[in-house]
Nanobody, 130 residues
Framework: QVQLVEFGGGLVQTGDSLRLSCAVS????????MGWFRQSSGKEREFLAT????????DYADSVQGRFTISRDNVKDILYLQINRLKPEDTAVYYC???????????????????????WGQGTRVTVSS
């Protein structure tokens, strides 16, 4: 099955930039789209961005538009999240996720909820100091 492992988190300062990575292994040919979510203490898992694995079409949450960039390298099987101008409210555990083909996902109406995804990484923690 598909396996995902995030890395690249750590302690950073307000205004810094950070690139998170997600290594993808297993049957990558079954993946239709991937996404990034984050979860802060006491809050629900929050959608950040998604990208179709082959086509590269993206969609972002309004709250991160302009600061976050999602990308993928299909040769190396790595998903990335570039975060610029970090803020203290960005402090959270960041998760990557993958999903297979479904009518709703292909139509672009099923990628903003955690239940839209089939596979998850273990998460990488980002702490932004002020």
């Amino acid at each position: 099955q598909v396996q995902l492992v995030e890395f690249g988190g750590g302690l950073v300062q307000t205004g810094d930039s950070l690139r998170l990575s997600c290594a993808v292994s297993g049957p990558t040919f079954t993946i239709y789209r991937m996404g990034w979510f984050r979860q802060s203490s006491g809050k629900e898992r929050e959608f950040l961005a998604t990208i179709t694995w082959m086509g590269g079409d993206t969609d972002y949450a309004d709250s991160v538009q302009g600061r976050f960039t999602i990308s993928r390298d299909n040769v190396k099987d790595i998903l990335y999240l570039q975060i610029n101008r970090l803020k203290p409210e960005d402090t959270a555990v960041y998760y990557c996720a993958a999903s297979g083909v479904s009518m709703a996902s292909v139509a672009g109406v099923a990628h903003r909820n955690a239940h839209d995804y089939d596979y998850w990484g273990q998460g990488t923690r980002v702490t932004v100091s002020s």
